[in-house]
């Protein structure tokens, strides 16, 4: 026997991985072996005691040393036994089979004492066995598998011809790890170290169609296809060909097939290789296997012959390298913990057939499982029938489902065929398929005529006819002809004209419209400067467009000195001058260059000729209705192009535009009124504003002119939200045109009437295309076409692409992809989804932020929200909300809550930060960019009390004293064993269990301290560790072992035996009394005792306590188990487990340590492991189970209106370990009534004494209370009303519907008892003064101040309103028991015609109470004596 | 295909495996160090015991140059003539 020697460097990365999930069965690797002829059973089992014995990896346990460091200790494995089945009498033999071994998969082996392996042989036809082998990957890897297969057939044939075993011939696991450490010391080791550093030292980023990770889970899905024999000879025909090997071919296809997913340009795999090749472990059965990174760069263009070389050329660089550890890279390239990796998918590739004989009779090999999937695995296996490759793709649940998996699988064999059948074509998304969708705005209605002569008509025709409103001061459309006519002159006379660039540096007003009408007339195009911009941005613009001249005011000259400028009003040229005379423009000049901040963050210049200017002004003006009568609001600065839209369709509609004054948008009631006065009719607004606007209007705090007839809105998504509000307020009167359209397509390429009242609520389009312009829509981009279309970009810039002729068109016309993802409806209107750019992807879910944003602002209290998506510096994918909301700010739970009921779970954003204002840009749209912005590093003494614990602990595993709260431990180079000590250390010092997965998961302390406090949605609030336990940590621990399922069937029958957990408490001992009455049943209660006398006479002295008697008839059947429902098996002996799991009729789960005080992880023992090892017992044969749980674990009436009859998700409202556990336990049986497993849960309220006989529940929290606050003369308000219940109603009402002549299960498992009135403690407080006892109502705050600490009764009760002064000062207890609506309908149908009734809880109940407790000397006796107590 | 084993023909299965000419090959390489994976060594496994030569995986896997394999594939190819 050897002491505790060193794992080898596999087994590390295995114990590792068990550490994150201890329970999880899924390092079990399995294979069977069917036989084909007749195995003698015996000698079959002796053989696998052989080579069981000889093979030193399966007798083996695990340990840690001091440092927390794994151990492997060499003993003989404890007794094993063969499962030995014969299924031939089953329907389905093979089938039956492959189920026991599900199952057997199923149970997570235990390292710590072994066997770390099982063996079975399963009889499945008369001369038909499968010999099934699992064992721990820690022990074995695939080859090691094989090694004692080869061993067992040998050594099973030798002993039934009755010849000597020969040797094994198996070295040493000593000479594996000696080998191991001495290729440690070899330069070979620093050299494939240089190897793989080089080849991955720039940590490709690795792309997988679920596009995120996940620990791996405790099962995986498994698709499997056989290739046929054709497909697999041409398989390895094709490769040939290519001098490749077919398992090459297999692994270009795989690349092509995750390109054509991901569109990653390069695919990193994960191959895992035996590692064996001239080592000594070539025959030692053992676990030596080793992961091979595979990156293939790739193109849709690739074939198969480009692919398959240059995978086998990238494979056999690294094969040399094959020793140097996958775990040991992680380390050196710091790609461990949180979402980094360092490859993707597995390609794993078994080609060998064992071809095993036993005794003479044949055998195949199937493969089982091949251990834990981290992601997706490629599995190959020769079907060993000489009939070809069988494919089994595994993968992780956790990341995909079973269809995800089966379509996986389906497209990798269909590219596969297709790469056979012709390995030239390329591999590649064939474009063929592309769909493309045309809407066609029609044609203009009448030609488009130059801008300059349609304004020049109004002049000519209605020249006194108002053409511009500013600030009081009116512009005929004559005056500025002329005026706008001087300029023209004034700019000829400086030489400007066709072919220049003007720019022009004025503010909103008459002046600006005159100045850009007077460049036209010159023949030059204009271009407006943002007068608020820095002076730098502005210099730069101006030499990008190559401005020949700044047109300006006097005051603002000085700021262009280095360009030409002409000041307004210009300085009386005077008319002089012949010669200098403007020349108008043609249709293919310029008529102005527009500045939009493009995508990369620089402006762009976008040039606009006069061709598209009249287009566009020709279809907008007809589109939206205008009128010369219409008066127009200029809202728009210059150097918005809405500013083009608002003064071209007004001027050339010969309509008046009313330009707005600053102070205008002060605030939207008085924006409004100016409005009004100014008789405005059209409104051209920025959503943004409109937004505002809408939300004025429907709340009654501004009110919509009458005389605006049209609003028009365009620069960002109108809000579904918004939009109701409008149409609700406003109605559909008045028009409000959705518009659509990028500065590229001259302002407006789409419009939407969203006044109209078809439109469904919610649906906001953006349109049709305006006459004469096309959108197309081309893998759910818009694309946009016509002449409209601006000239292209000046100065021409890298991304000018986007105008491109549209080669999926017919004649390929030219157009411009906007960027923008759109979708069209069944009504053939456009809908607006998103910016391609801003899409993020999360947990394999492209997300719109629109969409989460939308769904934000449906709450009543989100005024404004921005959703961006955020990749941390360690991988992990987060979304974060940014909400502004009106006060008090809505908890973050809540708001998640909220879009839990609206969205896919991936869409909750894991962060919700409030804020004052969300920050904008200077277009007054949001600024994503600058949300999404990473969170500055704080110093490392920084952070809260237990952020400090976390870093304090990493400060010691990794020696440094500069770990700051926000630093990602792995970039600090933290090492999965080191992430294990620190799970452990901090499970320690706070006291509380945590898991290793949770470090992994949670890599900055920052990030953890959110986790296990329970706000990871960033509100700030920090609860003291003891007191609140993550949610999402409860939810973790509280899977059901999936071997808990359905075992035989059982006969319904009058419960001969029935268990009772509990009986000693308060409920219990009135379950046990009924129990007992009800039924002539056994009842065995569970009692924690030192042993079966202790036991007895706890129950009795129970029984006494609460003025039980038991008949002697009754007394009889009670049986009574010392057991401690708090340690594994409850405490019972195996043999009694057993014939309790056989014997049981019914399970009567009651016991629970009450605590208000106590933690989660100090109840979970007794009230929710307490409930899993029922479940498991119960499951033997089916049994009920019937689950005395509490309305405590539903949400606060804050977080839900209506307590309903169902299982309750985790809410927010889990404050305090007591109501943590029993929701806990409901979850479990949640999952357990899923898997069909007899299960009912009751939800009991307040219970009081029985109405019988008046006695009560002295360890109730209430009565502590009251024996706290009478003598003291105070009562705390505490809460409204409550479920108050009497225990014998309560007992009876349980009883009956457990056992009773209903099925209860047919009704749904869970039970609310809350059948009666609820009783209001004001009332209670009434019965009390009447009483005469003489009590004051007081805040609790105060109330606990004035009571004297000493008041012993009340220590409990006052120590428990300390600790939740603590979670909530303001809150207080309300917030812990105020419940909506409790429905009980269940509970009442149930007891229809039973007979079984409660008096009404009323003064008279109550005083009996008092009488009792007055006896009882619980409460001192009141003065004056009571005048209605005798009644 | 069982034909007779002889050394060119040795070489030219190897060559075949490394992208090499078959006086390219090296008997002193190592099949690690070539890069040679164990679905490689099963294809010419596969091939050579066909040509009569009783060797297995194992053996072939555990040798650490080529001239040991050839050595083993001579030994094992005598004995069964």
Redesign the interface.
Known sequence: MTEGQPLLAAQEGIWAGQQLDMDSPAYNTAEYLRISGPVDPAVFDRALHHVVAETEALNVTFGTDDTGRPRQTLAPARTWHTHMADLTAERDPHAAALAWMDRDMGHPADLTRGPVFGHALLRTGPEEYLWYHRVHHIALDGFGLSLVARRVAQVYTALMAGEPVPDSGFGTLESVLTEESAYRESTRYAEDRVHWTGRYGDRPPVATPAGRSALPARTFHRHVTDLDRATSDRLRTVARGLKVTWSEVLLAVTVAHLHRLTGAREIVLSLPVMGRLGSASLRVPAMVRNVLPLRVPVTSADSLRALAPQVSRELRAGLPHQRYRYEQLRRDLRLVGGERRLSGPGVNIMPFEYGLKFAGHPSTVHNVSAGPVDDLAVNVYDRGDGTGLRVAVDTNPDLYTRAETAAFQEGLLALLTQALTDPDRPLGRARAHRDILVLDGGPLPAPARPVLSVIAGHAARRGGAPAVEHDGRVLTYAQLFGAAKDVARALAVRGVGRGDVVAVALPRGADAVTAVLGVLMSGAAYCPLDLGAPAERGARLLDGAAASLVLTTGDLAARFTEHPVLALPSPGTGDARPGAAPVSPGPADLAYVLHTSGSTGHPKGVAVGHSALAHFVTAAAHRYGLRREDRVLQFAPPHFDASVEEIFLTLCSGATLVVRTDDMTDSVPSFLDTCARLRVSVLDLPTAYWHEVAYAVSTGAAALPECVRTVVIGGEAALPERVERWRKAVGTSVALLNTYGPTEATVVATVADLHDPGLATGDVPIGLPLPGTRAAVLDGELYLLGPALADGYRPDVPDGARFAPLTALPDAPRAYRTGDLVRVGEDGRLRHLGRADSEFKISGLRVQPAEIENALLDHPRVKEAAVVGEILPDGTRRLVAHLVASAPAPPATEVRDHLRARLPAAMIPSAVEFTDRLPRTRSGKIDRAALAGPPERRAPSAGSPLERTITGVWGQLLGTDDVAPDDDVFDLGAQSLQAIQAANRLGIALGRDLKVAWVFQHPTAAALARFLTGTDAGTGEEAPPSAVLPPTALLADTTLDSGIRPGTGRVRRAPRRVLLTGATGFVGTHLLARLLTATDAEIVCTVRAADAAEAADRVHEALTAHGIALDEGAAARLTVLPADLARPGLGLSHETLSELAATTDAVFHNAATVSIMRDYATLRAANTDSTRQLLRLAAVNTTPLHYVSTLSVAPPTSLAPEVPEEFLPLHGGLLHGYQQSKWASERLLEQAAERGLPVSVHRLGRVVGPAATGRVNERDFLWGVLRAGIPAGIVPDLFEDEVWTPVDFVAASLVHLCLGQGDPMATGPVFNHATLPRVRLADVYDWVRAYGYPVRTVPLARWRESLPRSADAAATTLAFFDSTARDSSTAGATADLGLGRVRSDRVRAGLDGSGITCPPIDRSLFFRHLDHSVRAGLLPVPTPRPEVSAK | MPEHLTLDGFRADLA?CL?LEPDEVDLED??????????????LLERWRAAGADVT??EL????TFAQWWQLLSDRREQRI
Not at chain 2, 30 to 43: C, E, H, K, V, Y
Not at chain 2, 61 to 64: F, G, K, L, M, V
């Open positions: 075949e992208f190592g099949p690690f160090d070539t890069g040679m994976d164990s679905l490689r060594i099963a294809t995986f194992v896997a555990e040798r650490t």
